[in-house]
Structure formats: C-alpha cells, structure tokens
T-cell receptor
Framework: QQPVQSPQAVILREGEDAVINCSSSKALYSVHWYRQKHGEAPVFLMILLKGGEQKGHEKISASFNEKKQQSSLYLTASQLSYSGTYFCGTERRAAGNKLTFGGGTRVLVKP | GAVVSQHPSWVICKSGTSVKIECRSLDFQATTMFWYRQFPKQSLMLMATSNEGSKATYEQGVEKDKFLINHASLTLSTLTVTSAHPEDSSFYIC?????????FGDGTRLSIL
C-alpha cells in the first residue's frame, strides 16, 4: 500500500524551513528518504528503523514516530541545492524488503 | 559507498525493437535487485524483484513475457523490454540493497518511436 506524502509541492526562499510528511495506515519496518533531481535517479538520504528515532544529514533531518506509521523530513535553513523531489520509501517486513514509494514532494528553493 | 551502475543511460529505438538494460552492483554482491519504472512527474513504481539464480517476482499488472528479467550473477541483473511500443517509453531504474540501504542506478531513459 502506497504511503501518503504531504505536501505535494512547496516553494521556499533560501534559508527557510520545510517539513515533509510520510504516513502509512499500518506499522512499518523502516522508512527510507530519497531526493531526486530532474532527469536523475533518486539519491539515498537516510533510513529510519526505530520508533521515536531521529536522524540528521547536514541540515536535513528526519523522525519516525513511536507507532512507526509516520515519518517527517525536515529541511532546515534550505539551500538552493535542496531543490528536487523528495520520496519516502516504506518497507514492511511482510513485503520482503520491497520499498513502496510515496507520491513525492516537489521542493523548489528560490534565491 | 555502494555503487550501482546502470547501462545504457538513454535508448531511442523503433517500435517492435527489444531493448536490454543492465544493472550492476560494482562493489558489493546483491542477491536481490529491484526494477522500477517512473513516468514523468510520478513516483517510482516497482515492476519486479530480481532474484539471483531463480525466477523474478513480478508486481501485479506487470507482464512477465514483456519484461524479461535475468539475474545471472550476484552483481548483474538485466531487464529486457521485448517488442517495445511507444507506451513502454519511460524512465527505468534498478536498485540493490547494501546493508539495509537501497541504492539506485542512474536510470535508463527509454524512448520508443
């Protein structure tokens, strides 16, 4: 079942913050976050495995709620290079390590 | 870090042609690789799971005879789009899992005329 991502798109000024949410109706084994630039393959950002976990990568961080049904990606003090489409990929143990991707959130950071 | 190489990166061919796409894990072994298809401005849709030494597992709605998958070694999986038609034009991406992280190839843009 495809996770639900929100918002679908966001436009930011350089230096502003944004939050992208990824929700599932069932508990997840893990959540993977990726960023995809136009015409390129997705690039792995981070993976969250434990309920309540928080993880960071430069000024991009993510959290996984205690019930393991929602993850949020935080873009802090956004840079122009943060522009792209962000996807969450969710893994349910029963699905055999297959990732199911959300619909994506398009982020545009303007100067 | 783990590197997945995909070849070719862009293919343009006539309708009816069969096209083979290769996916290689360069610095790790992958018993399982995944093949995705992505249409413009849409999410990645899993097509099939490629299993080394055994048959691929296809997602519902994906034609097995249309999209032939071969995973002959621990570092190579191939996807062959047989008798491709314009509706098969898409961005095809493979991925492989290395120690819990999924790594993608650079993708193959397939355009069928």
């Amino acid at each position: 079942q495809q996770p639900v991502q929100s918002p679908q798109a966001v436009i930011l000024r350089e230096g502003e913050d944004a939050v992208i949410n990824c929700s599932s109706s069932k508990a997840l084994y893990s959540v993977h976050w990726y960023r995809q630039k136009h015409g390129e393959a997705p690039v792995f950002l981070m993976i969250l495995l434990k309920g309540g976990e928080q993880k960071g990568h430069e000024k991009i961080s993510a959290s996984f709620n205690e019930k393991k049904q929602q993850s949020s990606l935080y873009l802090t003090a956004s840079q122009l290079s943060y522009s792209g489409t962000y996807f969450c990929g969710t893994e349910r143990r029963a699905a055999g390590n297959k990732l199911t991707f959300g619909g994506g959130t398009r982020v545009l950071v303007k100067p | 870090g783990a590197v997945v190489s995909q070849h070719p990166s862009w293919v343009i061919c006539k309708s009816g042609t069969s096209v083979k796409i290769e996916c290689r894990s360069l610095d790790f072994q992958a018993t399982t690789m995944f093949w995705y298809r992505q249409f413009p401005k849409q999410s990645l849709m899993l097509m099939a799971t490629s299993n080394e030494g055994s048959k691929a597992t296809y997602e519902q709605g994906v034609e097995k005879d249309k999209f032939l998958i071969n995973h002959a070694s621990l570092t190579l999986s191939t996807l062959t789009v047989t008798s491709a038609h314009p509706e098969d034009s898409s961005f095809y991406i493979c991925s492989a899992n290395d120690r819990g992280s999924e790594h993608f190839g650079d993708g193959t843009r397939l355009s069928i005329l």
